[in-house]
């Protein structure tokens, strides 16, 4: 499968600030990205999606911003919060498309310090 | 939750038993999916299936086999459990288009020993 990494395995940020999580993907073909969270005893919990014909997306208070030239992708966290303490996971599906899943990073885990 | 439920949420077994997790999903969706989950491996695909009857392997199948039936239900079957085999296991449903937008449930922690 493609290889879907991550710059960092931990951040930490003050409660209150703004977090950014890096993934580096290696198959330029992917034209679909996703980003989980999962929080402790849990199952991942998708938080958006973006596909390869956009630079940008947002949601409620997160945004993926990806960069098909370099082939990298983040999710940022505007005011972070407690409950936003989880390990966050980019993923892509299987040979860029089809019934097969998802292929996924090794995951950064966020700490959120009071 | 997608309407998914796995069943047990935690066993704990003998090396060479046979183990069968189960993936109920209320939804009526055709795409799921089994993952397992270990640290510095993160989650890899087990198997998945696109409808009733019809499923294939994933990345890390070997020792693992599965069943579907009825659209409900996924079943994971470990035919002789080794304890390498011990992991948390993760069922899926795709509601976006095939293999997109997964929605997981809340797991099996399963313990070979």
């Known amino acids: 499968g493609e290889n879907v990494g991550l710059h960092l395995p931990t951040l930490s940020v003050q409660e209150g600030d703004n977090s950014i999580i890096n993934c580096a993907y290696s198959n330029s073909a992917s034209d679909y990205f996703i980003w989980y969270k999962q929080e402790s005893g849990k199952g991942p919990q998708f938080i958006i999606d973006i596909r390869s014909n956009m630079d940008k997306r947002q949601g409620q208070r997160v945004t993926v911003l990806l960069n098909k030239t370099v082939k990298h992708l983040s999710l940022q966290i505007a005011a972070t919060q407690p409950g936003d303490s989880a390990v966050y996971f980019c993923a892509e599906p299987f040979s860029g498309g089809g019934a097969d899943g998802l292929t996924f990073g090794k995951g950064t885990h966020l700490i959120i310090q009071p | 939750d997608a309407g998914i439920t796995q069943s047990p949420r935690h066993k704990v077994t003998e090396t060479g038993t046979p183990v069968t997790l189960r993936c109920h999903q209320t939804?009526?969706?055709?795409?799921m999916y089994w993952y397992r989950q270990d640290p510095g491996h993160g989650l890899r695909l087990i198997h998945y299936?696109?409808?009733?009857?019809?499923?294939d392997k994933g990345e890390v199948s070997d020792g693992y086999s599965v069943s579907r039936s009825k659209t409900e239900d996924f079943l994971l079957t470990l035919e002789s459990a080794t304890s390498s085999q011990t992991s948390v296991y993760f069922c899926a449903i795709s509601e976006g288009a095939p293999g997109e937008k997964l929605f997981f449930g809340s797991g099996t922690q399963l313990s070979v020993l």
């Open positions: 299936s696109y409808g009733v009857k019809d499923t």
């Open positions: 939804e009526n969706h055709r795409y």
